[in-house]
């Protein structure tokens, strides 16, 4: 059954707390969704290319910002999302010639002064050309308000959106990767590059796709948060720490790791963050309740890697075997 | 010929140095421009350059130089600038840092060198109490006074179950004190979310089910656009009024928030619409020189420089005494843009401070109203804490 609320008419009963755990698990759900849209571009990079890329983000920033640019100008939300992929993707591109292509000899320590130092250009040049005021994008008109997809819990209809965009994305991987060529290569690449390249795949075309494809899912991750979040230069380094966490929870190179590991992530920070104050209040006087349940939440996602990591020194669904 | 020029140009140059009679005053800021807190510090320095610019290059009739350094809100940084202007420049006069931790990490240093800091921004309690300091000026506000004048207002406007969200670090829980300081109702929930967060749906969700009549937040700059979207497309801001300090509602972060921040009350020691001479001559001088409506940071560094003005044609332009500079600007006989002003005893301004709402002007500019002043001459509470020699 699903009803459209306007805003002002929102009234329900939120003494039930089944009703609020349904709500925060459909938070943890789309903070999931848009961590493995960045997490599996990079998980792909990191995996198949042994490339530590810290600039990933810089690409999120950059599907925010044209995309933000194109929504006001034009007005549409859907050309916002046009603009912004084949931006993300394009910037990606460039990069992966002009940069990375000299760094895949030389040992992660460069690669990550590299990348770190391309992440300053970014922020940089968003600012020459954006200037140092965060952006404005809002959430399209027809995809305001909410929707009560199950009884009692309306949820806005933007977030739902997300969600499904994200289940949408993650199908379109699952067909690429293991039903066409391309994808056939570029699992073939991930296992023994110099093979593939023997057989007769391209593989310096492929990075540069692969990359492009990787930098193309951060754009569109940054394109929807757009309306959620500010649109501001080094938004994507907030993010790309958790990104990270996500890639070692899953497996470095796997992505259906990137997914189990994304979705586990989000759920444990948004429920610890609603219900760890809770929790503690049972035991303690809530002042003190509150101060310690904000330092424990921000820790729990960090726990779970550590706990994870010692259970399964390779994450949870390692690329090979 | 060449040669020849060259031993010209020489010559030219040795004899224009004596025809500047008056070695302009410098005056240090050092301030934030890089990193995405950076407008804070453009607009402090536009309001101070505005001030010297309108003299002619002059404050208070006393030729002035400026020198401008960005501490890319790194109190390592900003110390390093700090030594440089005393060593190498010979600065006596200190302004402009943004960020409280800087603030902390360097002003005590200065003072001890015989330097005069007017703060522009920055209001921190220690600086306001135990480490007050003879040489430390504030022109701005104490930190804690634009929470307090938003407790006093939520309390007088009847609401009684208010939340309270802050970033988990120091400067969180002293915004939240402030406004608890004022503030006599119950407190419905009181938050503390990571520092930088970018995502409250888990907050807001949590908010909502403790239905309080009435929200007070201190997040600044991005995280504070976070929370206001997210907050109205929960359909909040229709039910529940939000509250907070100025630091969220400045004109240019209104501009990435719009139609989500219509409304909402805030509190200033200064805004744009003040009736006052000064502040109109200010505004409109500020509008024509950089094409946007100044915000309270702006103000402050406006301030800031009249303040000094007033003091330098006092002394005559002599920095070397610097009892005289001292008692000069404590003083401050300066036209201030917020109508009235004056210094308590550590050395902090005794103002009027506002409450706002901000709105959509008839040219669909989202800017702040002021409603009314709910304090007037008001000081703040650390002043028995300080022992100045």
């Given at each position: 059954m699903i009803r459209r609320y306007r805003m002002s008419s929102i009234q329900f009963n939120w003494y039930n707390p089944m009703l609020l755990f349904i709500e925060q698990l459909l938070n943890g759900l789309q903070l999931g969704i848009t961590l493995f849209l960045l997490s599996a571009g990079l998980t792909l990079v990191f995996g198949i290319m042994q490339v530590i890329n810290l600039a990933h983000g810089s690409f999120y920033m950059i599907g925010a910002y044209v995309g933000a640019t194109v929504t006001a100008r034009t007005g549409s939300f859907i050309l916002g999302i046009l603009a912004a992929l084949p931006a993300a993707a394009l910037a990606g591109m460039i990069v992966e010639v002009l940069v990375l292509r000299r760094l895949y000899q030389k040992d992660h320590l460069d690669q990550v002064l590299a990348t770190f130092g391309m992440i300053m250009f970014f922020n940089e040049l968003t600012r020459i050309i954006w200037g140092r005021q965060p952006l404005f994008m809002d959430v399209p008109p027809w995809l305001t308000g909410s929707i009560e997809l199950i009884p009692g819990v309306p949820y806005p209809s933007y977030r739902i959106a997300v969600i499904a965009a994200g289940i949408l994305v993650g199908g379109f991987l699952y067909l690429l990767f293991t039903r066409t060529r391309i994808g056939m290569q570029i699992r073939a690449g991930a296992s023994n590059r110099e093979m593939a390249g023997a057989l007769g795949v391209n593989i310096r075309l492929l990075y540069t796709l692969v990359f492009g494809l990787g930098t193309l899912l951060a754009g569109l991750a940054g394109v929807m948060a757009g309306p959620i979040l500010a649109v501001e230069a080094g938004m994507g380094e907030s993010i790309l720490i958790l990104t990270f966490v996500v890639i070692v929870i899953g497996g470095i190179g796997s992505i259906r790791g990137a997914l189990a590991g994304a979705l586990l992530v989000g759920l444990v920070d948004t429920l610890g963050r609603a219900f760890l104050p809770i929790v503690l209040r049972l035991f303690l006087s809530a002042a003190y309740a509150d101060g310690i349940a904000a330092s424990m939440a921000s820790m729990s996602v960090y726990i779970l890697m550590a706990t994870i990591l010692v259970c399964r020194p390779r994450g949870l669904l390692p690329a090979h075997g | 010929m060449k040669r020849l020029l060259i031993v010209g140009m020489m010559i030219a140059a040795l004899l224009a140095g004596p025809a500047q009679a008056v070695e302009p005053v410098k005056i240090g800021m050092i301030t934030?421009?890089?990193?995405?807190?950076g407008y804070l510090g453009e607009e402090i320095r536009d309001g101070f350059q505005l001030a010297i610019d309108q003299e002619g290059g002059k404050l208070g009739g006393v030729p002035v130089k400026l020198l401008v350094d960005d501490d890319g809100r790194k109190p390592e940084k900003a110390k390093q600038i700090a030594e440089r202007y005393i060593k190498r420049d010979g600065v006596k006069i200190m302004t402009g840092i943004v960020f409280s931790n800087v603030a902390i990490a360097v002003v005590p240093k200065v003072v001890q060198q015989e330097v005069i800091y007017v703060s522009a921004n920055a209001g921190p309690s220690l600086l306001a109490g135990k480490g007050c300091h003879k040489n430390y000026f504030n022109v701005a506000y104490q930190n804690d006074n634009l929470d307090e004048v938003v407790g006093k207002y939520v309390t007088d406007a009847g609401f009684k179950n208010v939340y309270l969200l802050a970033p988990n670090y120091p400067a969180g829980k002293d915004h939240l004190g402030g406004f608890k300081r004022y503030y006599t109702g119950a407190i419905a929930g009181e938050v503390y979310t990571k520092l930088g967060q970018s995502d409250y749906a888990a907050e807001i969700a949590a908010l909502r089910a403790a239905k309080p009549d009435a929200v007070f937040f201190f997040l600044p700059g991005g995280m504070g656009i976070n929370f206001l979207k997210q907050y109205a497309q929960a359909g909040l801001n229709q039910t529940t009024p939000v509250f907070g300090p100025a630091f969220s509602f400045d004109e240019r972060l209104l501009q990435a928030v719009k139609d989500a921040a219509i409304g909402v009350k805030n509190g200033s020691q200064w805004s744009h619409d003040l009736d006052n001479p000064a502040n109109r001559q200010f505004v409109a001088a500020f509008k024509t020189a950089f094409g946007r409506t100044p915000t309270l940071y702006a103000s402050q560094g406006y301030d800031a420089a009249r303040l000094l003005g007033s003091a330098l044609k006092q002394v005559g332009g002599?920095?070397?005494n610097l009892d005289a500079l001292r008692a000069a600007i404590r003083k401050a006989d300066f036209a201030t843009v917020r109508g009235k002003f004056s210094f308590s005893a550590n050395q902090h301004p005794v103002q009027d401070i506002y409450i706002r709402e901000v709105v959509k002007d008839a040219d669909g500019n989202y800017t702040n109203k002021t409603l009314k002043a709910v304090f007037t001459d008001h000081s703040n509470v650390y002043v028995e804490h300080c022992k100045m020699d």
């Open positions: - | 934030t421009l890089s990193t995405k807190a002599d920095v070397s």
